[in-house]
């Protein structure tokens, strides 16, 4: 971002957003090239300065408050902040890649929707409730004012959602959604409620209950390779979810579609009352939300993990032989409050088996899946 445009306080008024179609606003703000539009009956006045490093935006919000941006990007070093308290949406326009490699920070309730291209988070965005989604969300205001809201794709294309930096929601929830969701090694993602990671070409997010999400579509993937943590952590995905990355929640719900899969690869730790619904093979390590780091008591035998690959190629861990216990934990429960059963893999010393996941994730041993029983919704 710029500040040589922005010497100055300006305000926008959101009645001309009453005399034309926000289509025809984007990007048309006089005198501020990449700036957002105003959509809504709040305010929002702006100032910017130089810092040493880059620069610092701080938008000072009347009001929840929708923005209409173009492409965004946010360099390395530089700052946005929304302060006043007030909700804000971002909306992201165009089909190029939207990336947020500086800093975000708001006060209150804070959302980037990017329907019709990806968006890649490198460095960080805070708030008091975090949403980051490659999908479009038909009702802000409901998101806004903490109701059930959906989100959805529109247009056709791949659209990969990507974390590699830091998410924190100070005072709600951190909501990551998208049609494929990577939340790579290097992200950290916290938050005072609940941590949720959807995977769909439409996604709802219920405003109560301990199922909050919902996806739809013939596709959709959550890969986790980095360290999520929450009061709850759930994740649902219609094809997908592999995690060989940390999960950390009082409780944890994993959920897949119908013919889904959920991995829990080599490197993959779950530290929690874990909860499932679909297929589950777990090869990593399940721990119950009192044990934290230690390991659950079981027959040790000698695992030989193989090397583990991400994506891009490079190595998310490598090969090595083990002597630890390996657990397994799976539920077809339709009743949410009832903890997923803990049972010992069997046949530990079989042969290992070598699979290939949606992302091209390799692992390694795996115990005999248990019996598979989709509940109702």
Do not use: W
């Given at each position: 971002m710029d500040c040589g445009w922005n010497r100055q306080m300006k305000r926008w008024m959101s009645w001309l957003w009453a005399l034309l179609p926000g289509a025809a606003w984007a990007g048309l703000v006089p005198g501020s090239p990449g700036g957002p539009v105003v959509l809504t009956p709040g305010t929002a006045s702006w100032d910017c300065v130089t810092t040493v490093i880059g620069t610092r935006t701080e938008y000072t919000l009347t009001g929840d408050t929708v923005l209409n941006w173009g492409?965004?990007?946010?360099?390395?070093?530089?700052?946005?902040?929304?302060?006043?308290?007030?909700?804000?949406?971002?909306?992201?326009?165009?089909?190029?890649?939207?990336?947020?490699?500086?800093?975000?920070?708001?006060?209150?309730?804070?959302?980037?929707?990017?329907d019709g291209a990806g968006l890649r988070v490198n460095g960080s965005v805070t708030g008091r409730s975090v949403t980051l989604a490659t999908l479009g969300t038909g009702d802000a205001v409901a998101f806004l004012t903490g109701g059930g809201y959906a989100m959805n794709a529109t247009a056709a294309g791949l659209r990969v959602m990507t974390v590699d930096g830091s998410v924190t929601a100070t005072g709600g929830d951190a909501v990551v959604a998208g049609e494929f969701v990577n939340v790579r090694g290097g992200a950290k993602l916290e938050a005072t409620g609940a941590v949720r990671l959807a995977g769909g070409r439409s996604v709802t997010v219920a405003a109560d209950g301990r199922w909050r999400l919902g996806t739809s579509g013939s596709t959709g993937v959550v890969q986790h390779l980095g360290e999520?943590?929450?009061s709850e952590?759930?994740?649902?995905?219609?094809?997908?979810?592999?995690?060989?990355?940390?999960?950390?929640?009082?409780?944890?719900?994993l959920e897949v579609g119908r013919g889904g899969?959920?991995?829990?690869?080599?490197?993959?730790?779950?530290?929690?009352?874990?909860?499932?619904?679909?297929?589950?093979?777990?090869?990593?390590?399940?721990?119950?939300?009192?044990?934290?780091?230690?390991?659950?008591?079981?027959?040790?035998?000698?695992l030989r993990l193989p090397e583990l690959k991400r994506p891009d190629g490079s190595t998310a861990s490598r090969a090595r032989d083990l002597r630890k216990d390996v657990p397994m934990t799976a539920s077809s429960d339709s009743q949410r409050d009832r903890a997923a059963s803990v049972q010992i893999a069997k046949k530990p010393a079989a042969p290992l088996?070598?699979?290939?996941?949606?992302?091209?994730?390799?692992?390694?041993?795996?115990?005999?899946?248990?019996?598979?029983?989709?509940?109702?919704?």
């Open positions: 492409r965004f990007l946010l360099p390395a070093g530089d700052e946005l902040v929304f302060s006043g308290g007030a909700g804000v949406v971002n909306l992201l326009g165009g089909t190029r890649e939207h990336r947020i490699d500086g800093i975000v920070a708001a006060d209150g309730v804070i959302g980037f929707f990017a999520s943590r929450g952590v759930e994740i649902e995905a219609r094809q997908e979810v592999a995690n060989a990355g940390r999960i950390e929640g009082a409780r944890v719900f899969k959920i991995l829990n690869e080599g490197s993959g730790v779950i530290v929690g009352r874990v909860k499932i619904k679909g297929r589950y093979d777990n090869d990593g390590t399940v721990l119950g939300g009192d044990e934290g780091d230690a390991v659950v008591a079981a027959n040790s035998s000698l088996l070598r699979r290939l996941s949606f992302f091209g994730m390799r692992g390694g041993a795996t115990g005999q899946p248990a019996a598979e029983k989709k509940p109702e919704r």
